[in-house]
């Protein structure tokens, strides 16, 4: 099967996700994050995954240094639910349910969560095969920092049409995700329902091999690009996958973001695959690496950088006065 690549083109004003999900309190009647099924489309095919809504309806959450995870988290889905806060240190132990014996959130509930956001690029995630599912999403608390810089969120992903509970199998076993392991169906939202499998748990994102490319562009005037097909390299992934996503889109359906000649632009890249590493490319334009995993590091420049599963990586790139269209691929 032909494996789709991905690209993304960065483009002007609006951050990738909108405005920012400002946080409620738990008082309010809106949550603040609902976790619900929904529709992408996939190499020109239907798909039903997960998606974890803020209170403005963006992907995830998008705050500020200094801001509070503080309000409701619902479970509208079908399934229980094992939420992660991947790099919130300071999430108490009874506000994280993927901690050893946390339990899982029931289907139509609530938890009620109240604590410090950790600054920098984090993301959340389900703790179980539905993570498989696209179940994650952006955790990004902005630096008071940051500058008078544009952000650009990408969520990478990879993505199979099977259920977890397949691919499951077809590697032969569970495979336990972190310290504690939770049971889950296994079964697609609104999908196909497969036996529970007793300890099950997300794949481990730090034991799987790499693969994987993504391909795109930035684009000063937001205009169109063919992609370029140059450097396919060989997947060696356990996993079949049929597509790797950024931000929920494939190869044949790009995102355009929109950036200013001459501004700066911070790409927050999420390595949200459950089985795939990448390595992220920025072409024709110098990136500095300022951050990983949420964490401020010694600034390194360079065009070609690592990215394992469940990393982030903070890439700040300069537009050149004369704007164009510039790729970035993974």
């Known amino acids: ?18 405005t920012p999900s400002y946080l409620r309190r738990a008082e309010a009647e809106q949550p603040l994050l609902t976790v619900s099924s929904r529709m992408i489309e996939v190499n020109r095919r239907p798909a039903k995954v997960f998606g974890v809504a803020g209170a403005s309806g963006s992907n995830g959450i998008f705050a500020r240094e200094g801001d509070r995870f503080s309000g409701l988290v619902r479970n509208a889905t079908s399934d229980p639910l094992v939420m992660h806060w991947h790099g919130q240190v300071h999430a108490a132990a009874d506000q994280d349910r993927a901690r050893p014996d946390g339990g899982a959130l029931a289907p139509g509930a609530q938890d009620i ?16 095969l539905t993570e498989q599912q696209l179940l994650a999403a952006p955790m ?12 650009v969120v990408v969520m990478l992903h990879d993505f199979a049409f099977r259920s977890p509970a397949e691919i499951l199998a077809e590697l032969g076993g569970a495979n336990a995700h972190g310290a504690g392991a939770h049971s889950s169906t296994g079964s697609p939202p609104g999908g196909r329902t497969s036996p529970p499998l007793p300890g099950q748990s997300g794949m481990n994102h730090g034991s799987m091999p790499m693969g ?11 205009g169109g690009m063919m992609p370029s097909m140059a450097g396919m390299r060989v997947h060696a992934n356990d996993v079949r996958y049929d597509a790797y996503l950024a931000n929920d889109r494939t190869l044949d359906d790009p995102e355009v973001v929109r950036v200013e000649k001459g501004s700066m632009t911070r790409l927050r890249i999420v390595n949200g695959g459950t089985a795939t590493a990448f390595f992220i490319d920025t072409g024709a ?25 469940g990393q982030r990586i903070d890439l700040l790139v300069r537009i050149p006065m004369e704007g164009g269209a510039f790729p970035i691929s993974a």
């Open 212 to 222: 994987g490319m993504m391909n795109g562009s930035m684009n000063h005037r937001g």
């Open 285 to 309: 334009l110098e990136a500095d690496c300022i951050a990983v995993d949420g964490s401020r590091c010694q600034p390194l420049r360079g065009r070609r950088f690592p990215l394992a599963q």
């Open 1 to 18: 099967m032909r494996i789709n690549r991905r690209h993304f083109l960065a483009g002007s004003g609006a951050l990738a996700f909108g």
């Open 113 to 128: 969560h109240d604590f410090l956001l950790t600054p920098g690029t984090h993301w959340m995630h389900s703790h179980q």
């Open 140 to 151: 990004i608390a902005r630096e008071r920092d940051a500058g008078d810089v544009q952000d």
